[in-house]
């Protein structure tokens, strides 16, 4: 205890530059809990969209993941009803399992021929069950606040009625009947157009059929597109999308390919007559920390099913979730190291400074019969009470300015994300990272204090009482 006090009184001898010392390292504290913090907040929003979109863990056909991309239909999952009724009801995954739904991948053309428009756009299509992908939208185990109205609620007895990509509702010229904001109207091509050598008048009939046809309609308020796609046969089929809303995708390849519909209405274009299949079975689970659990039970069911399934969690099919956390970990040590090198040097200087004011009263204490090692231990403790007085502050600093951002109303758009969010910075709670990052700069302040301490033990006795 005489220690302590002889080292707290020590550093109070130079309150300035003790002051300055353990503001570098209250510093040092902020900056990586802050972005400690702010790291967390992005993973947890990553997280939530990317299970709100493919859930924790999806089972397709062997070889689907590697090369389904190319013809979805070739790996459709025969009698999914039942793997999916086996999944729902397994005693292991029932308590564990939020959703538990089939999806179906394609590929095709999309067509809007009404009125003066005649775009066309290949489309990645994906079907789903309108309910259940409410659903699971729903899940927030993290209590993100994310943006709202970025994709429609669709209803199960609709299965003509879906969404499209902002921007292939822009190519496709469905600026205006879905009020897509940023859309200007494209330039008038009809110059460059060729010729067509049957007059308009000959498709007059055929044009006034189809409008009194979708006046008769009860979606006649949606815009129709035509989706052209072949069936798992290679035959060709077309089916009719009334189009609710334009969703953003964020990421500017997704927003100009995507087309979510209803399952029997994407069945219907990939198996027409044929016996429907999915190309995907999703399970949503109530928490992540499950998901290793649930991975197991999962691949010990379907490994009894007839068609030979694999299961994928949702990093795996996320690869720019993978990407966006290894580059926020690499930013986050990088920025850690920067912390501990500045309080590093900054308690090196500190303690050097002190040795060299206090040579003589080394002198004085060591002709008393203190001995190397308590010299030692007295500059040490100065170092880590300098470190643990300095990271208290931060902690505090970092409190305060989490709960002023939090409240600032400030918004960004985050990674693949297509509307902007509230900033915030998840540091409540987080006991670990803030005891960690305390206990660290400590280390590092007591560890910086050990080179001038161990130079003040080695003074000799003579030399040092004939400092002046």
Same mark, same amino acid.
């Given at each position: 205890?005489?220690?302590?006090?002889?080292?707290?009184?020590?550093?109070?001898?130079?309150?300035?530059?003790?002051?300055?010392?353990?503001?570098?390292?209250? =510093?040092?504290?902020?900056?990586?809990?802050?972005?400690? *913090?702010?790291?967390?907040?992005?993973?947890?929003?990553?997280?939530?969209?990317?299970?709100?979109?493919?859930?924790? !863990?999806?089972?397709?056909?062997?070889?689907?993941?590697?090369?389904?991309?190319?013809?979805?239909?070739?790996?459709?999952?025969?009698?999914?009803?039942?793997? #999916?009724?086996?999944?729902?009801?397994?005693?292991?995954?029932?308590?564990? =399992?939020?959703? %538990?739904?089939?999806?179906?991948?394609?590929?095709?053309?999309?067509?809007?021929?009404?009125?003066?428009?005649?775009?066309? $756009?290949?489309?990645?299509?994906?079907?789903?069950?309108?309910?259940?992908?409410?659903?699971?939208?729903? &899940?927030?185990?993290?209590?993100? +606040?994310?943006? +709202?109205?970025?994709?429609?609620?669709? $209803?199960?007895?609709?299965?003509?009625?879906?969404?499209?990509?902002?921007?292939?509702?822009?190519?496709?010229?469905?600026?205006?009947?879905?009020?897509?904001?940023?859309?200007?109207?494209?330039?008038?091509?009809?110059?460059?157009?060729?010729?067509?050598?049957?007059?308009?008048?000959?498709?007059?009939?055929?044009?006034?059929?189809?409008?009194?046809?979708?006046?008769?309609?009860?979606?006649?308020?949606? /815009?129709?597109?035509? !989706? !052209?796609?072949?069936?798992?046969?290679?035959?060709?089929?077309?089916?009719?999308?009334?189009?609710?809303?334009?969703?953003?995708?964020?990421?500017?390849?997704?927003?100009?390919? %995507?087309?979510?519909?209803?399952? /029997?209405?994407?069945?219907?274009?990939?198996?027409?007559?044929?016996?429907?299949?999915?190309?995907?079975?999703?399970?949503?689970?109530?928490?992540?920390?499950?998901?290793?659990?649930?991975?197991?039970?999962?691949?010990?069911? #379907?490994?009894?099913?007839?068609?030979?399934?694999? %299961?994928?969690?949702?990093?795996?099919?996320?690869?720019?979730?993978?990407?966006?956390?290894?580059?926020?970990?690499?930013?986050?040590?990088?920025?850690?190291?920067?912390?501990?090198?500045? %309080?590093?040097?900054?308690?090196?200087?500190? @303690?050097? @400074?002190?040795?060299?004011?206090?040579?003589?009263?080394?002198?004085?204490?060591?002709? !008393? *019969?203190?001995?190397?090692?308590? =010299?030692?231990?007295?500059?040490?403790?100065?170092?880590?009470?300098?470190?643990?007085?300095?990271?208290?502050?931060? =902690?505090?600093?970092?409190?305060?300015?989490?709960?002023?951002?939090?409240?600032?109303?400030?918004?960004?758009?985050?990674?693949?994300?297509?509307?902007?969010?509230?900033?915030?910075?998840?540091? &409540?709670?987080?006991?670990?990272?803030?005891?960690?990052? &305390?206990?660290?700069?400590?280390?590092?302040?007591?560890?910086?204090?050990?080179?001038?301490?161990?130079?003040?033990?080695?003074?000799?006795?003579?030399?040092?009482?004939?400092?002046?």
């Amino acid at each position: 205890m005489m220690l302590f006090k002889i080292a707290y009184r020590n550093i109070l001898r130079n309150r300035r530059r003790s002051a300055m010392t353990a503001l570098a390292v209250a =510093v040092g504290t902020l900056a990586v809990l802050l972005f400690g *913090g702010f790291q967390r907040n992005v993973f947890a929003g990553l997280e939530t969209g990317a299970v709100q979109r493919s859930g924790h !863990l999806t089972a397709f056909r062997e070889g689907y993941f590697l090369y389904g991309a190319g013809n979805p239909s070739a790996y459709g999952i025969d009698d999914y009803q039942n793997i #999916v009724q086996l999944i729902k009801n397994d005693a292991v995954l029932q308590p564990l =399992v939020s959703v %538990v739904t089939p999806t179906l991948s394609l590929v095709g053309i999309a067509g809007n021929y009404s009125g003066q428009s005649s775009a066309a $756009k290949t489309f990645l299509g994906i079907g789903f069950i309108p309910s259940d992908r409410a659903r699971m939208r729903q &899940w927030n185990e993290h209590h993100i +606040t994310l943006a +709202t109205g970025a994709e429609p609620v669709l $209803k199960d007895d609709e299965p003509s009625v879906g969404f499209v990509g902002v921007g292939l509702g822009r190519i496709l010229g469905l600026c205006g009947p879905l009020k897509i904001p940023n859309c200007p109207f494209p330039p008038d091509l009809a110059s460059e157009r060729p010729p067509i050598d049957a007059p308009a008048e000959d498709f007059k009939d055929l044009q006034e059929r189809d409008v009194a046809k979708a006046a008769a309609d009860s979606h006649a308020g949606m /815009p129709r597109l035509d !989706l !052209l796609g072949a069936t798992a046969a290679g035959a060709p089929n077309v089916v009719g999308l009334y189009v609710a809303s334009a969703a953003p995708q964020g990421v500017r390849e997704l927003d100009e390919n %995507v087309i979510g519909m209803p399952l /029997p209405l994407a069945q219907q274009l990939v198996y027409g007559r044929q016996k429907p299949k999915v190309t995907g079975i999703t399970v949503q689970l109530r928490r992540t920390e499950d998901l290793e659990k649930g991975r197991a039970r999962l691949k010990a069911l #379907v490994q009894d099913s007839r068609v030979k399934l694999e %299961v994928h969690d949702f990093a795996e099919l996320n690869p720019f979730y993978v990407q966006v956390k290894s580059f926020f970990g690499a930013m986050f040590l990088f920025i850690a190291a920067i912390m501990g090198v500045i %309080v590093l040097f900054t308690i090196v200087n500190t @303690m050097t @400074m002190a040795v060299l004011e206090r040579t003589a009263e080394i002198g004085t204490s060591r002709a !008393l *019969g203190v001995k190397r090692g308590g =010299v030692r231990r007295q500059f040490l403790l100065e170092g880590a009470l300098l470190g643990a007085f300095g990271a208290i502050i931060g =902690v505090a600093v970092a409190a305060l300015a989490t709960f002023a951002i939090n409240h600032a109303g400030l918004e960004w758009t985050p990674p693949a994300n297509a509307q902007p969010t509230p900033f915030r910075v998840e540091l &409540w709670g987080r006991t670990a990272l803030i005891g960690l990052t &305390w206990i660290a700069l400590t280390v590092i302040a007591t560890l910086a204090a050990w080179f001038p301490a161990n130079r003040a033990a080695k003074l000799q006795i003579v030399d040092a009482l004939r400092h002046v």
